[in-house]
T-cell receptor
Framework: EADIYQTPRYLVIGTGKKITLECSQT?????MYWYQQDPGMELHLIHY???????EKGDLSSESTVSRIRTEHFPLTLESARPSHTSQYLC?????????FGEGSWLTVV | QKEVEQDPGPLSVPEGAIVSLNCTYS??????FMWYRQYSRKGPELLMY????GNKEDGRFTAQVDKSSKYISLFIRDSQPSDSATYLC??????????FGPGTSLSVIP
């Protein structure tokens, strides 16, 4: 089982603020992902990475950006938060053919 | 038509009942099949993983895959109130494309 850590778990922030959601995994997985999930709704892939210095946009267009400078770290940044960014953001990594998720970061933009 | 279809429920059953959760898919390239359980405000937790047609059992859980019919199921025996959650099916191709179903909300009533 993968250990994936996300911080913060819950964040309420004002419109226009810059935020970074942190994600770290301790298993040395090369593949990492960010999903966005509104309450009661489907998971949508917004970013993924297959290794250091590799980042790609997912199926759902997102104004967020990601970076992958270290294998274990895959932070997501919103330069200027808006109420439409209010959602749950889930980080995941892959071991072989299965995906393991972190606990999620709940973002509320007011 | 979505690549993965799953009845969103909600499904409500009495404690001790056998629960059947199902997904259908249209892409024959899917080779790996996963079931996740997601509690409210938590990340999805991997329950079962299989890549072949047939049944795979783990405790009270049985995953069933029928590739010819493009149909997968998760059975929960002797359901418990702690099984109340949203269940997501997920499917993956050999080239890493992963699609999640929208999830079925399950309530097990004591």
């Amino acid at each position: 089982e993968a250990d994936i850590y996300q911080t913060p778990r819950y964040l309420v922030i004002g419109t226009g603020k810059k935020i970074t959601l942190e994600c770290s995994q301790t298993m040395g997985h090369d593949k990492m992902y960010w999903y966005q999930q509104d309450p009661g709704m489907e998971l949508h892939l917004i970013h993924y990475s297959y290794g250091v210095n590799s980042t790609e946009k997912g199926d759902l267009s997102s104004e967020s950006t990601v970076s992958r400078i270290r294998t274990e770290h895959f932070p997501l940044t919103l330069e200027s938060a808006r109420p439409s960014h209010t959602s749950q953001y889930l980080c995941a990594s892959t071991a072989g053919d299965t995906i393991y998720f972190g606990e999620g970061s709940w973002l509320t933009v007011v | 038509q979505k690549e993965v279809e799953q009845d969103p429920g909600p499904l409500s059953v009495p404690e001790g009942a056998i629960v059947s959760l199902n997904c259908t898919y249209s892409n024959s390239a899917f080779q790996y099949f996963m079931w996740y359980r997601q509690y409210s405000r938590k990340g999805p937790e991997l329950l079962m993983y299989t890549y072949s047609s047939g049944n795979k059992e783990d405790g009270r859980f049985t995953a069933q895959v029928d590739k010819s019919s493009k149909y997968i199921s998760l059975f929960i025996r002797d359901s418990q109130p702690s099984d109340s959650a949203t269940y997501l099916c997920a499917m993956k191709t050999s080239y890493d494309k992963v699609i999640f179903g929208p999830g079925t909300s399950l309530s097990v009533i004591p």
